[in-house]
């Protein structure tokens, strides 16, 4: 399997984290990408191969080993989870394994509105729409919030809302323009604590993408 | 079941689509939502119950026979899909489902793109960034021609990608400000002819969200 790939993306994080508690990462070849800053606003040049093999040409990208493109981060979790049994990231239990996912969606949530946030303060300051930021704000309080009520759901074997919580969690830390999502919250402050130390969660700490 | 629905979002057609293709129509509850046309910048006053089923506050939202709440339409899919069996828009072989997930994750980006476009117009004039409505144009063109080249994947017992890319489809069309996708893509443009003909399809043609 082929991983296009940059270390600064939430949902690229949470299908490296997925390969590695499913033991398969040392089946997927990374494909390192590059990104302008201008990617948020502009159809960026985009590292080669990338809108060959996924014309919506967004990260991550993941080649089967089918040579078949997967250009959705639940999919490539879903895809990763097949390839795997009987190692699983999903309960098999009917109740247990939706309840995994409509936290898993609150958690994708946060990531998507962190992106969001992230593409908006890269643009030119004069087309910046400061209630926009404030949207996605109000939207990641709302979901933080929901996963501190839920934290008792985080518990278990590990599985893929965990491992979305975690990545939203830190991606909250790692960009200063974002909130500390503590205060307020001390049980997911606490599970936070706790499920960071996982080998994964440390492998697959975000850095900076290189741009060029 | 219970859906958080508006006869305009894509996201929601796919979903109630779906439904319909596996005979699960007449189980599920509409729950009729209103949005201000503020919505792509600002938060708006949220139809009463959608944010306390789902903090992300989006629609599709998905509340199962259970209770759990379901906030992203792939997820919800896959709900339906499972509370429908035997009946089945996923196929069953490997490399057929996974041909299936790629395309669909193609058409999903156009839908993506194309609401991204439709938060971007509904703006104020003076944030509204020209060069972003051009990158997503250029993703839509890019996922087009990639459909147009696998029109033969789209073929077969109806499926969620065919799902995906006539929603798709008929967005574009329904839209003044987006273009017409026929011009150079005489293969999807007879697919579309054809499978834009289903009852399923008929039913759910997109119309204005009331504001209020």
């Given amino acids: 399997m082929q991983l296009f790939w940059t270390p600064a993306s939430p949902f690229t994080r949470k299908v490296s984290i997925a390969a590695r ?8 070849e990374i494909r390192p990408t ?8 502009r159809t ?11 014309p919506v040409a967004r990260i991550p990208t993941l080649v089967t080993d ?3 493109p997967l250009g959705d981060s639940t999919l490539i979790c879903l ?5 795997a049994r009987p190692k699983s990231l999903i309960p ?25 946030m992230r593409a908006e303060m890269l643009r030119p300051v004069d087309v910046r729409s400061e209630s ?6 109000e939207r990641i309080v709302r979901c933080l919030d929901a996963l501190e009520a839920d934290v008792g759901h985080l518990a278990g074997d590990v599985d893929l809302a965990q491992i979305t919580a975690g990545v939203a969690l830190g991606y909250q830390d790692w960009r200063e323009w974002l909130f500390d999502f503590r205060p307020g919250r001390p ?26």
């Avoid at 590059?34 to 606003?41: A, E, P, Q």
């Avoid at 960026?44 to 996924?54: D, H, S, V, Y």
């Avoid at 926009?132 to 704000?137: I, N, V, W, Y």
Wanted: net charge negative.
């Fill in 92 to 116: 098999a239990d009917h109740t247990a394994r939706w309840r995994m996912w409509s936290i898993y969606a609150v958690a994708d949530g946060i990531l998507e509105a962190q992106i969001a």
């Fill in 132 to 137: 926009f930021l404030a949207k996605q704000r």
């Fill in 44 to 54: 960026p040049a985009f590292t080669p191969g990338l809108a060959e093999a996924n």
């Fill in 34 to 41: 590059t990104w302008t800053l201008d990617w948020g606003y």
């Fill in 79 to 83: 895809h990763l989870d097949e390839v």
């Fill in 21 to 28: 508690e499913l033991g398969l990462w040392d089946r997927i």
């Fill in 187 to 212: 049980r997911i402050a606490e599970w936070y604590a706790e499920f960071s130390r996982r080998p994964a969660m440390r492998e697959t700490e975000p850095r900076e993408t290189p741009t060029a």
């Fill in 66 to 68: 089918e040579g078949i």
